[in-house]
């Protein structure tokens, strides 16, 4: 498969475009590696959206399951058993002011979307990268340098 997939193109959109959206963001250093690996390959499957239109319904899912490594992460010593529940960890980041509670709704309803489906999700890639810039936004907030506790 050396083409892209013709619906990329329809919306005009070139490969290095998206790439280059893509590759621009980043998590800052003080986010943990297991959290980076993992949007790595979500930036990566993103890519491959070019060829598999689907993967960027795929890529927008992922970023909140990354968000939610990343809050599990955060909140490991509260929560050692991994007993909270998503909406419980994203309460904790907006009491800690590092989410606003349009962000906590949102969140919640577009992975609610997702993990129950009713229909077949599709996105455009547009909405796959901002769903990656979304939510490095939120994880360098939450691996900020100064401690909020």
């Known amino acids: 498969m050396t083409s892209g997939d013709e619906r990329n193109e329809n919306l005009s959109l070139d490969f290095d475009k998206l790439y280059n959206d893509v590759a621009s963001i980043r998590l800052h250093s003080a986010v943990p590696e297991k959290v980076q690996s993992y949007f790595a390959s979500i930036q990566n499957l993103c890519l491959y959206g070019w060829y598999v239109y689907s993967f960027y319904a795929l890529t927008e899912f992922l970023t909140y399951t990354c968000i939610e490594m990343a809050l599990r992460e955060k909140f490991k010593r509260e929560d050692p058993k991994r007993a909270w529940s998503f909406k419980k960890l994203l309460g904790k980041a907006a009491r800690l002011n590092r989410l606003q509670e349009d962000q906590f709704s949102y969140i919640s309803r577009i992975r609610n979307d997702f993990t129950h489906p009713d ?31």
């Not at 990656?132 to 691996?143: S, V």
């Open 119 to 149: 229909i077949h999700n599709i996105r455009v890639p547009g909405q796959a990268v901002f769903a990656i810039k979304f939510a490095a936004e939120l994880i360098n907030r939450l691996f900020e340098e100064k401690s909020f506790y």
